[in-house]
C-alpha cells in the first residue's frame, strides 16, 4: 500500500447535486491537503453512488430504494495511503450509506482523516452511531469545524483538534472574477421564506443550493435567481455581494470567507460552527470576519494536518 513515492491521498466527498454547497467544503478541503502536502497525489471520489441507489426515485413518485451493495464504488477500491472527508460526516445516514466504503479501505490498511468534520443533529444516538464506526476504522486524526463535536468525538482518537469548517478555505482553492454589477444584494433561501430585506436601492440577486432532480417552480420565479451546476458560478456571486442572506450554511460560509458580509437565518445545530471563527451572531446580524484571525486559524489547521501526514507517513509527506 505504501510503495509509492508520493502520498496517494483519496478525498472522499460530493454531493453537488443535492446541496452545491458541498462543493465548497470539497474545495477546501482539497486546499488545505495541497498546502498541506504539496507534493501529493491528491484524487477525487464521490460519496454519491452508493446514496442515489438508496434514493432511487427517478423513474417513479413512490418511495422505491435500490440495493446500495448494487452501486460501483469507486472509492472502495482505489489503491491509495490515506482517505479524507470532511463536513457533516459525523452523522447516522453517513454511516449507513458511506461506513462500507470506509471499512473496506481500512481493511486494506488504508488510515482516514476526518478534516472539518461535524455532527448533523449532535443526538446520543449519533454519537453512538459514529462511535461505533469510529471504532473500526484506524483514524489517522480528527479536525473538527464546531465545539459539540469536538467535545463529543475528541476523546476516541489519538489525535484531534479544534479547527474550522474547511469551506473556509475557498480562497485557497479559487480566485473569483469580478462581476459588472453595481452593488447587490443575495438571497439564497431553500428551505424558508424569503425574509424582507432591506436593499437600499441595489439590486437584488437570489440563488438556490439544488439542482436534483426536476428544479422547484419556487426557484424559476424571479429574474436575476441563479441555479447552476457549477460551484464556481456561486462562489463568483458570494464573493462579489455586498451582503448575502441565506438559510443556508455555506452560502454564508463562503460569502464570509471572501470577506464579504452575511447572515444567517436557519436554526440547524450546526450553525454553532460559525462560533469558532468569532461570528456567533450570524443569525442576528450581518457579521463579518476579522482577517487576521482567520489567517490565524487557517494556518493552524494546516499546520496540524501537516504534522500528522509527516508523523504517519515520513518523507512522502514532506515538500
Not at 231 to 243: F, G, R, S, V
Request: hydrophobic content about 45%; glycine content about 6%.
Amino acid at each position: 500500500m505504501m510503495s509509492a513515492q508520493y502520498l496517494r491521498i483519496l478525498y472522499y466527498g460530493a454531493g453537488w447535486p443535492t446541496n452545491i454547497g458541498n462543493a465548497f467544503i470539497d474545495f477546501g478541503a482539497q486546499a488545505i491537503l495541497r498546502l498541506a502536502v504539496p507534493s501529493a497525489q491528491i484524487a477525487f471520489a464521490s460519496e454519491m453512488p452508493r446514496w442515489f441507489f438508496r434514493h432511487a426515485r427517478r423513474e417513479s413518485p413512490a418511495d422505491v430504494a435500490g440495493n446500495m451493495d448494487f452501486a460501483f464504488d469507486v472509492a472502495a477500491v482505489s489503491q491509495c495511503d490515506l482517505v479524507v472527508v470532511s463536513g457533516m460526516a459525523m452523522c447516522r445516514e453517513f454511516v449507513q450509506v458511506n461506513g462500507p466504503t470506509l471499512l473496506k479501505l481500512s481493511a486494506r490498511g488504508v488510515p482516514v482523516l476526518l478534516l472539518g468534520t461535524g455532527a448533523e443533529h449532535y443526538t446520543p444516538e449519533e454519537e453512538a452511531s459514529y462511535g461505533q464506526l469510529m471504532q473500526q476504522l484506524d483514524i489517522l486524526g480528527f479536525v473538527s469545524r464546531d465545539e459539540q463535536s469536538f467535545t463529543t468525538f475528541a476523546s476516541r482518537v489519538k489525535r484531534a483538534a479544534r479547527g474550522i469548517d474547511c469551506a473556509f478555505f475557498l480562497t485557497d482553492a479559487f480566485v473569483p472574477l469580478t462581476l459588472d454589477l453595481p452593488p447587490f444584494v443575495v438571497a439564497a433561501f431553500d428551505t424558508s421564506d424569503e425574509p424582507a430585506l432591506e436593499l437600499r436601492d441595489r439590486p437584488l440577486v437570489r440563488a438556490h443550493h439544488e439542482c436534483w432532480g426536476a428544479v422547484p417552480s419556487a426557484y424559476v420565479r424571479h429574474p436575476h435567481t441563479l441555479v447552476s451546476d457549477l460551484p464556481q458560478d456561486y462562489l463568483t456571486l458570494y464573493a462579489n455581494a455586498d451582503e448575502v442572506h441565506s438559510d443556508r450554511v455555506h452560502a454564508c460560509i463562503a460569502a464570509l470567507a471572501f470577506g464579504r458580509k452575511a447572515r444567517l437565518y436557519h436554526p440547524t445545530p450546526r450553525g454553532s460552527l460559525f462560533s469558532a471563527v468569532g461570528a456567533a451572531e450570524i443569525r442576528q446580524r450581518l457579521v463579518q470576519l476579522d482577517p487576521a484571525a482567520m489567517s490565524e486559524k487557517k494556518a493552524a489547521q494546516v499546520t496540524f494536518v501537516r504534522g500528522l501526514l509527516e508523523e504517519r507517513f515520513g518523507a512522502r509527506a514532506r515538500g
